[in-house]
Structures are given as structure tokens and as C-alpha cells.
T-cell receptor, first 115, second 113 residues
Framework: DQQVKQNSPSLSVQEGRISILNCDYT??????FLWYKKYPAEGPTFLIS?????DKNEDGRFTVFLNKSAKHLSLHIVPSQPGDSAVYFC??????????????FGTGTRLTIIP | EAEVAQSPRYKITEKSQAVAFWCDPI?????LYWYRQILGQGPELLVQ????????DSQLPKDRFSAERLKGVDSTLKIQPAELGDSAMYLC???????????FGEGSRLTVL
């Protein structure tokens, strides 16, 4: 049972435009959500997170939106840059504000930024 | 900059053989995780340690997998015997206590022939 779903395995976006990556979850106990970025042959690196008490968190070019009623979150990258090309994983946790307990990951979306 | 160290980076083995992976977390990180990522899927938690104690190993196939963190610092994940379906990237992560952020190592890619 896939509790965190990323239905788009890949996404291509023109450089300078907005990239929108989507994530859906089924477990209503999840209260902390994270996005990780992964380059080939490297481990995932933390990008941005959001607690369920918020509906938006912004960090530079990256913004995460959370819609709890729809059990949906999205990552917006604007403007997109070639260095953003990577696999992006959505992850969710229940239990703590830091979301540092057991993380459940989605299957990832491969983002390609076209110069 | 402190990193999570893993070795080996790549391992090719034949089925029924034993394999072992090593992880050295960032100094001071009490919580250590082993994840498995099969190609095309997201990472799945195998085992979580708090210091030397196992906190969660519910997803660890205990008939063939074992993990230890004897002194609460570095950790070893062992598979014996390896099966074809074990081919995957094995990721180690450690957690920064005050922020909760997970730091991943570069992973150990296992290919079982």
C-alpha cells in the first residue's frame, strides 16, 4: 500500500519557467512533510519541509504548498534552473514536529530542466 | 562539511553469498537509519537505531538481514544469503537532533547476479 504517491514519474520544464511537482498521501496521521532532491550516484538531500499546521512554506526559489483536506502537497520551483535537474522525493512522517521519525517516501519524480 | 560515510559504494555478488555494508554517521547524531531504494521506487526504511538500540526493524527481512550498531556510532548491515531481489541502493542516514533533518550518505549499490 503506497501511502505517499507521486504520480508523475518525470517532468520536463523550460529553464526560467515554474516547475510544479505533486504529491498525494493517504495516511491522515501524517503531520510533517518533506521534499528531498537526489542526484545520480548521490544520497538524497533535504530541500524543504512543511508542518501540517501550515499551508505554505517558502525558501528562496522553493515553495511547498499543503492542502490537508485534499491530502495533497506540491513543490514549486521558480525560476527553474538547469541545476534543478534531479529526482525529487516527497516524504511524510507522523508523530513529531521535526518529522524525524519514520519517513515514508514517494516513488520520486525525475525533473529535467531544458536550457 | 560533515558527511555520512558509507562503504562500499558498489558491490556485485552472486546469490547465496554474504554481503555487508558499513555506515559512519555524522558525529553526534544519535539516530541512524538504513533505507533500501529499489530502482524506480522511493527509499524504504529497513531499520532505525537510537544510539545502540533498535527502535524500528519492522520492515527488515530478519531471516536474511541483520543490522547492528554496537557502540552507538557506526553501523553494519548484513545480508546472508543474498537473493536476486536484494539488488538495490542501500542508504544510510543520520538525524540531527536539534533540527530533525536527515542527512543521507551516498549509498551502497548492490547488484546480485
Amino acid at each position: 500500500d503506497q501511502q505517499v504517491k507521486q504520480n508523475s514519474p518525470s517532468l520536463s520544464v523550460q529553464e526560467g519557467r515554474i516547475s510544479i511537482l505533486n504529491c498525494d498521501y493517504t495516511n491522515s496521521m501524517f503531520d510533517y512533510f518533506l521534499w528531498y532532491k537526489k542526484y545520480p550516484a548521490e544520497g538524497p538531500t533535504f530541500l524543504i519541509s512543511i508542518s501540517s499546521i501550515k499551508d505554505k512554506n517558502e525558501d528562496g526559489r522553493f515553495t511547498v504548498f499543503l492542502n490537508k483536506s485534499a491530502k495533497h502537497l506540491s513543490l514549486h520551483i521558480v525560476p527553474s534552473q538547469p541545476g534543478d535537474s534531479a529526482v525529487y522525493f516527497c516524504a511524510a512522517s507522523d508523530g513529531t514536529n521535526f518529522g524525524n521519525e519514520k519517513l515514508t517516501f514517494g516513488t520520486g519524480t525525475r525533473l529535467t530542466i531544458i536550457p | 562539511e560533515a558527511e555520512v560515510a558509507q562503504s562500499p559504494r558498489y558491490k556485485i555478488t552472486e546469490k547465496s553469498q554474504a554481503v555487508a555494508f558499513w555506515c559512519d554517521p555524522i558525529s553526534g547524531h544519535a539516530t541512524l537509519y538504513w533505507y533500501r531504494q529499489i530502482l524506480g521506487q522511493g527509499p524504504e526504511l529497513l531499520v532505525q537505531f537510537q544510539d545502540e538500540s533498535v527502535v524500528d526493524d519492522s520492515q527488515l527481512p530478519k531471516d536474511r538481514f541483520s543490522a547492528e550498531r554496537l557502540k552507538g556510532v557506526d553501523s553494519t548491515l548484513k545480508i546472508q544469503p543474498a537473493e536476486l531481489g536484494d539488488s538495490a541502493m542501500y542508504l544510510c542516514a543520520s538525524r540531527q537532533t536539534n533540527t530533525g533533518e536527515l542527512f543521507f550518505g551516498e549509498g551502497s549499490r548492490l547488484t546480485v547476479l
